[in-house]
């Protein structure tokens, strides 16, 4: 069954009259229970495509389905609950709430879908376990480490159990031994059947993954299982 | 999202955020207590004229001789003794057909008044009976003037508070004592109940003879003044006219522009004197309105500071799944709430000011309800409005250019 179905996705920038083209009309499909890594020299349009993914940010042209769904023409309203039920984004830089608890930020995403407090603080706690952060949940996001704060940000990601995970340069901010420690969760995510989309430069992280899409100039260049 | 959460969410990110929390609420705080504060003082100075006029007698209307000044020319001839006795004697009769309840002739003048060693250079008011009603005199001790005290043109005086004081260190035992009055030997027979007032008029700093007394002792025929009391519920103008054109035809004078007499009611006295404090008012709302200003400013200041940071929690609660109506409800439960709080703590503040200033004044002064409605008001909508416009607009970026704004 395909999670992700991706059909001439075409994202173009006018800024001053100049345009460019981060995304040249890129087709190609996703597996459920796949884990992609997506690689490729910067500015060669692999945020690009992830925000379109993630629901973040809406294509010039072309079409995508998110398991079954076609959401490149849905309403603003309709994308938010999409970004709140299906997908778990991780960003590079964490982007937890400032001076924020660990388990309020992990429960953010239950809020905005009105999930009953009590079910909040109990799924919470269980996703920080799942990510060995089970004696840091009251500390705030500016008292953890990069790789603590990263790990937040994963079990926030599947606060919702989203269908797809999507991760852009997880580990770029962080340090070889925290960066194993994350890949180590995706792995064990991924063993559990999670579908997982990540942008890497590092070819020690996307070794983890199954499969390689490497992007050039807005346009794939390789497809690889491995 | 729950109301409750709405809330929680707000009261977090003020906690959160104490030092941006406490400098917007200082601009309100300020802003609404000074507003408050300078709106009530100016009020009240208003209110207390007014009750203070009204202490010197209700429905009042007062006859004095001479002309009066129009254009700056006098409009006619008319010397300072052509109020007489009789003059109040001939409109007391014609009462009930004049809408009049009490008329009250006086003859006022200033003496040299001494006890034993003990001298004062104060006001002697030659009065009736009707001077008690008219003037609404209460007494704190003894007895106002009686019918047989002007009958037997008797040496008798009432004392204001303010001359007794002077006069006897012990004012419970002045009853019965002897002042002189140029040399004339007075029997104190009451005391008056203070009406507060300053300056020359002061109804506190008077002594009353009786009217017969004081024509004789002077060598007088006329009266200084008619004071009267019009019927309760009847337009005192009209009452003035009435009576006007009466003494008009006493005095055998046709044209109203050659009377030889002035006279005002205590609606125009009232409204010069408002018209007075409404310019002091109007003066204290101005500054009052640069404070709220400059608070307003302060927490527009503190709002518009923040919006990068603030601009990319927006972009992450989107990508979360929040849709631009809930950010914006957030936003603006979190000025409501800023608001609420610093304006309940600007009012508190605003009647700690006032009752400072009420003190060091001396005078009475009370918070009144347009004051706090005005302040409250414009500082709550400079809040939320600068709360909610960056909110608004950023709520309406794509997550991701929110998550990228610097
Ligand atoms: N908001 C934007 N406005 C204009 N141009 C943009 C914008 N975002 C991206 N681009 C352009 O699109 C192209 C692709 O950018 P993108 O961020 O997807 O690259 P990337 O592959 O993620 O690079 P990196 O590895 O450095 O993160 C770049 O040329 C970039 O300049
Ligand atoms: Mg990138």
Redesign the pocket.
Known sequence: MLMIEANKLRKE?H?EGVE?V?LADVTFSIAKGEFVAIM??????????MHILGALDQPTSGTYVLDGQDISHVSDRDLAGIRNRKIGFVFQSYNLLPRTPAIKNVMLPMMYANVVPAERTERAAKLLTLVGLHDRMGHRSNQLSGGQQQRVAIARALALDPAIILAD?PTGNLATTQAEEIMHIFRDLHNEGHTIVM?T?EPSVARYAKRVIT?RD?RIVSDQKQ | MRVLDLLTTATDSLRLNKMRTALAMLGIVIGIGAVIALISLGQSSQNSVASQINSLGKNLITISPGATVSGGVRGAAGGRTTLTLDNAQKIAEAASSLSIAAVSPEYSTRSQVTVSTTNTNTQIIGGTTSYENVHAVTMSSGSFIGQSDLDSSAKVAVLGPTVASTLFSDTTSAIGQTIRINRTAFRVIGIMTAKGGTGFQNPDDMIIIPLTTAQQKYGVKNVSSIAITANDGVDLTTVENQVGSYLLTLHNISDTSSADFTIRNQQDLIGAATKVTSTLTALLSGIAAISLLVGGIGIMNIMLVTVIERTREIGLRKALGATSGVVITQFLTESIFLTVIGGALGIVLGGILTAIAAKVLNMSASLTVPAIVLAVGVSAGIGIIFGWYPAQKAAHLSPI?AL?FE
């Open positions: 920038y800024i460019t981060a490729g020299p910067s500015g060669s349009g692999k945020s690009t495509l340069e942008i430069h992007l807005g | 250019d990228r």
